[in-house]
């Protein structure tokens, strides 16, 4: 029987499932302090290996699941790492150690991989071009809602149950999102364009894929605009406190700077089709600099502490070029990939993905309870993706020839 779905439903669909990598990681920054309490924390190991392993587990898992998109079909391969992030989320939920809870994270990162390359490669599979762009623009609109809430909900829900209580809500969320994928969702490769998957295959179209001198420079703007967002989500809540003495309302102050997102994707998906992709994350990539440099000048004004209120609007700002940047930029690496959508999906996520947790472990590393690294990370990201990006648009732009 044939699944007849509507536009509107399958994006829906699309964000909901994408909004998975967000909430694994947002909902859980008001718990990071009780888990440390509960489970203990013994040195090399602290609670923010508890996001930044989540984020290497899903640098691995891309490398995985996007070729067996294109190998077994999306609709499967979603399923799959659905399946890996239920069994992540339970080991983490039952967990006695910090330990278990980080091996528990790492899986549901793997997991979590599958919906995200899958639905790119769902997109790509369906649309091309600035037609592309928009579609992700209005998937990450409606899937910036959910680091919007997910901190204030969390907390309420942590208070009254406890941190457990937050993977119960990511098992629940992981189930009925596979069972609306399986009986709405139609596949959207046909079986005569799946790729096999050999190895020897993968790593053939793999090295094509990466001596496409656009996509691979593509990556890497795209890690660091990831990175910059990565270096605010591993160190916002202790900057809040640090700098500002804001605990119990923080949830508050990151949803604020979060509506920047998710206008930006909004007015992106209404504006790009006129200006063009490229054109929108140029103005991307300088409005990320402009705003990182004006937070830098105020924090070193201020002593590393300026009024929150201008640390708002410039964080407003930088969230806001941030939006513009990721539809646009997935699209424009997508771009080039043809059949390999799948494969090419894992590396430019994974690639990018290994790319940010090097840029915000390294700026992270500089954290001195000031508002000093924030501001220049967003300035280093949005320069050198800048730079990056410009060279990438003068590279050839034809699309790779997969091997079959």
């Known amino acids: ?75 499967r391969a979603l399923v799959l790492g659905l399946g890996v992030y239920a069994l992540g989320t339970v080991i983490a939920m039952v967990a006695g150690s910090l330990e278990m809870v980080i091996l ?41 809602l959910v680091p919007m809430l997910a901190p204030t909900l969390a907390q309420g829900i942590i208070a009254v149950a406890g941190w457990r209580s937050i993977f119960a809500v990511y098992l629940a969320a992981a189930g009925l999102l596979g069972l609306w994928l399986v009986m709405r969702q139609p596949e959207t490769l046909p079986a005569d364009k799946r790729i096999p998957f050999r190895p020897r295959l993968l790593l053939s179209n793999g090295r094509r894929i990466l001596s496409h001198r656009r996509v691979t420079l593509l990556i890497v703007a795209t890690g660091l605009v990831f990175g910059a967002q990565l270096l605010y989500l591993s160190t916002a809540a202790d900057l809040f406190f640090d700098a500002y003495g804001i605990g119990e309302t923080f949830p508050l102050y990151f949803a604020m700077l979060a509506t920047g997102i998710g206008l930006a994707s909004f007015l992106n ?79 430019i996520a994974s690639g990018s993905s290994l790319v940010a947790t090097v840029f915000s ?19 280093l990201a949005g320069v050198g993706a800048l730079v990056l990006a410009e060279l990438a648009l003068r590279a050839d732009a034809s699309p790779v020839e997969a091997i079959r």
Do not use: C
């Open 269 to 347: 998906a209404k504006l790009v089709q006129r200006f063009g992709a490229e054109a929108m994350a140029r103005r991307g990539f300088v409005g990320l600099a402009a705003a990182g440099l004006a937070m830098l000048v105020a924090s070193l004004y201020w002593g590393g502490r300026p009024p929150l209120a201008v640390l708002l609007v410039l964080g407003f700002a930088a969230f806001f070029a941030v939006g513009v940047l990721f539809g646009n930029l997935n699209a424009m690496a997508m771009r080039s990939l043809g059949q390999v959508a799948g494969l090419g999906a894992s590396l």
């Open 1 to 75: 029987m044939t699944i007849q779905t509507s536009f509107r439903e399958r994006i829906v669909l699309y964000a909901l499932l994408t909004s998975l990598t967000s909430i694994s990681i947002d909902a859980l920054l008001p718990g990071l302090r009780q888990i440390g309490a509960d489970v203990g924390v013994a040195p090399p190991l602290s609670t923010q290996h508890v996001i930044s392993l989540f984020i290497l587990g899903m640098a691995f898992g891309e490398l995985l699941l996007g070729p067996l998109s294109d190998a077994m079909g999306r609709k």
């Open 104 to 144: 528990g994270r790492f899986l549901q990162g793997i997991g979590v991989s599958g919906p995200k390359i899958a639905t790119r490669a769902m997109i790509r599979d369906q649309f091309e071009g600035d037609a592309m762009a928009r579609v992700m623009s209005f998937m990450f609109t409606l899937f910036i």
């Open 361 to 379: 472990i390294a700026v992270g590393a500089f954290y001195d309870g000031t508002t000093l690294n924030l501001s220049a990370g967003f300035f």
